[in-house]
């Protein structure tokens, strides 16, 4: 068969929100003939004017303010503590294994769980015996949840299940270093993690999934989209990170390839 792409990313854009209020990105566009390009040649060819350059255009541009949390991105160890695998200082996203970020792929479909929910250990390991798959040390596994059909609704941020402290330890003592989900953040919704932790007076369930970090070093991407589009196995993934010094994630293209010539 041919190679076929199939792109999990979603944009980064104004005004669809993917982000609580306030904390999505902001793109300023300039045009090849607006105020930006005649300062642009005034400082970089100077002694020309705008009308000057073919059809009077000179060079479209985009500003950009945004968190290395928006848009389809990738979390470094660091992001969720500062030390990883019992004491270790935290791996930044400069420093990720490049080895993690293209490998096979396995998607976990949990659509049918409600808004919140919890993705425990048993839910994983019924997902992989439902679609006869056993896990491989660095497989990146993707979870389909009912969210990634809501982006760009108000609600995406609060939609879809998430994974628990267990159900990421499980993936993570077999040897998975990377995980991806298309909702908001890997642990469910925040607004059903404050509700339990206050309903049991148990902080530790705040980010617990992502808290697995401290024990078991690992990354994982967050608004992944298009998942529905994939099979269970038999593809694999790229998402390699852009190269920010010290920080915690960086945005990614991220890509499922199916192709008979690359065998899982």
């Given at each position: 068969?041919?190679?076929?792409?199939?792109?999990?990313?979603i944009y980064l854009e104004n005004d669809v929100p993917s982000d609580p209020p306030g904390l999505g990105p902001k793109i300023n566009y300039s045009t090849h003939?607006?105020?930006?390009?005649?300062?642009a040649m005034d400082i970089l060819m100077p002694g020309f004017e705008l009308e000057d350059m073919p059809e009077g255009e000179f060079a479209a541009v985009e500003n950009?303010?945004?968190?290395?949390h928006n848009g389809t991105h990738l979390d470094a160890p660091y992001h969720?503590?500062?030390?990883?695998?019992?004491?270790?200082?935290?791996?930044?996203?400069?420093?990720?294994?490049?080895n993690w970020c293209f490998q096979p792929g396995v998607k976990l479909d949990f659509r049918h769980f409600p808004d919140g929910y919890l993705v425990t250990a048993k839910d994983v390991e019924a997902e992989l015996k439902r679609i006869d798959h056993e896990l491989k040390p660095l497989e990146i596994v993707v979870v389909n949840t009912s969210a990634g059909k809501k982006y760009g609704d108000p609600n995406y941020w609060?939609?879809?299940?998430?994974?628990?402290?267990?159900?990421t330890m499980y993936?993570?003592?077999?040897?998975?270093?990377?995980?991806?989900?298309?909702a908001w953040s890997w642990d469910p919704p925040l607004s059903y993690?404050?509700?339990?932790?206050?309903?049991?007076?148990?902080?530790?369930l705040l980010w617990e999934g992502h808290k697995a970090g401290r024990h078991i070093g690992y990354c994982h991407l967050e608004k992944l989209h298009n998942l529905e589009a994939l099979p269970s196995d038999g593809f694999f993934i790229s998402c390699f990170?852009?190269?920010?010094?010290?920080?915690?994630?960086?945005?990614?293209?991220a890509v499922a390839i199916i192709d008979d010539k690359l065998k899982p």
């Open positions: 068969m041919a190679r076929q792409l199939i792109d999990l990313s003939k607006d105020e930006h390009s005649e300062k950009i303010s945004l968190s290395t969720f503590h500062s030390t990883m695998n019992h004491g270790e200082k935290s791996t930044t996203i400069d420093e990720v294994d490049l609060r939609s879809g299940c998430g994974m628990g402290y267990e159900a993936l993570l003592e077999r040897g998975v270093r990377l995980t991806g989900t298309d993690q404050v509700e339990r932790a206050k309903a049991t007076g148990d902080a530790s990170p852009h190269k920010i010094r010290g920080a915690s994630a960086g945005w990614t293209r």
